[in-house]
């Protein structure tokens, strides 16, 4: 679904080419077919917080050390479970609070888990494309995932396709924060799963200086989760850790992917033109969504059940 920019039609003058600015998330979303916005190189969509080896490209860069937003600390498992039964605050209302607090380009947004104190990231780019790929395997263009969940705090996901290559992948998702798990809002921080992806594994491994461990919430993740949330009828997921987009997100997203034009600079100081990485289309969506309306853009879900609806959405 999702082609790189037409840089030929830009190239040979088909296409209209007008400059991004700072607050362009509507013009994203208005440009018509053969619109472009062009990201000026001066224009800093990477943002990072730290230092790094010199190697790696500026998009490895900041998937690893980019600035982000974290989901407000919480901080004990039994503080969770408080702000959910007695506050009523859930994940999602966390997500929603960050996502509207941030003002410029992010890598995704960030939070630790009680048990082992990792890092885990979450961005917008692959919440879209678990959605997009739930729609290819609910539409029956892709072969779905084997789930077993034998036990009620895990999920065993097998052969879960991927839209960008023919592997499969195998995971365990643990723990589901299910109705009848002890407690459900922690769950959501702690879930984890070890995916073998290229996006999870550039991640892990992207410098060997990087001790504190991080792990990538990567689109099989997201789709398995979503997955798995609408099958299970005895022991519903009740805590959702991920943002559910919208089909006005999808098309921001698909806008975003490929009707931007980065403008970037060698060596020699001469400039040429690129489509967006992953890393720069994420940057991109915080920009935009600084204009944008978080209720417009996302469901507010717990169940993650919305997942497959908007799945339902999406032509494949
Ligand atoms: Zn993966």
Redesign the pocket.
């Given at each position: 679904m999702t082609e790189g920019v037409r840089l030929k039609d830009v190239r040979e003058g088909r296409g209209k080419v007008s400059l991004w600015s700072e607050d362009d998330g509507k013009t994203v979303l208005n440009l018509a077919v053969n619109e472009y916005l062009e990201v000026p190189s001066r224009l800093n969509i990477l943002p990072l917080t730290r230092g790094y080896l010199p190697g790696d490209s500026p998009s490895r860069k900041f998937l690893k050390y980019g600035l982000h937003v974290r989901i407000p600390d919480v901080e004990s498992r039994e503080e969770a479970a408080r702000h959910y039964e007695q506050i009523g605050i859930g994940f999602q209302d966390r997500i929603e609070a960050v996502v509207n607090t941030a003002a410029g380009p992010r890598r995704g947004y960030c939070w630790t888990g009680f048990r082992d104190r990792r890092h885990r990231l979450a961005r917008f780019v692959d919440m879209v494309e678990a959605v997009e790929l739930i729609a290819y395997i609910i539409k029956g263009k892709l072969a779905g995932p084997r789930m077993d969940d034998r036990e009620e705090d895990m999920q065993n996901v097998n052969d879960?396709p991927?839209r960008s290559d023919d592997d499969k992948?195998n995971?365990v998702l643990r723990p589901m924060p299910v109705k009848f798990s002890e407690n459900p809002a922690a769950d959501a921080f702690d879930l984890r799963a070890d995916?073998?992806?290229?996006?999870?594994q550039f991640h892990c491994e992207s410098n060997k200086r990087y001790v504190a461990g991080e792990d990538?919430m990567?689109?099989?993740?997201v789709a398995a989760f979503g997955l798995a949330s609408s099958k299970r009828s005895s022991n519903i997921v009740v805590q959702n850790p991920f943002a559910i987009p919208r089909e006005k997100m999808i098309r921001l997203k698909e806008k975003v992917a490929t009707q931007t034009i980065i403008m970037k600079k060698d060596r020699h100081g001469g400039a040429f033109r690129e489509a967006p990485t992953k890393a720069e289309v994420e940057a991109l969506l915080w920009i935009a969504m600084k204009e944008v309306n978080y209720m417009e853009m996302f469901y507010h879900d717990d169940t993650a059940k919305k997942m497959l609806e908007a799945a339902e959405c999406i032509k494949v």
């Open positions: 879960m991927s992948y995971f995916c073998k992806c290229e996006d999870s990538l990567c689109a099989h993740i």
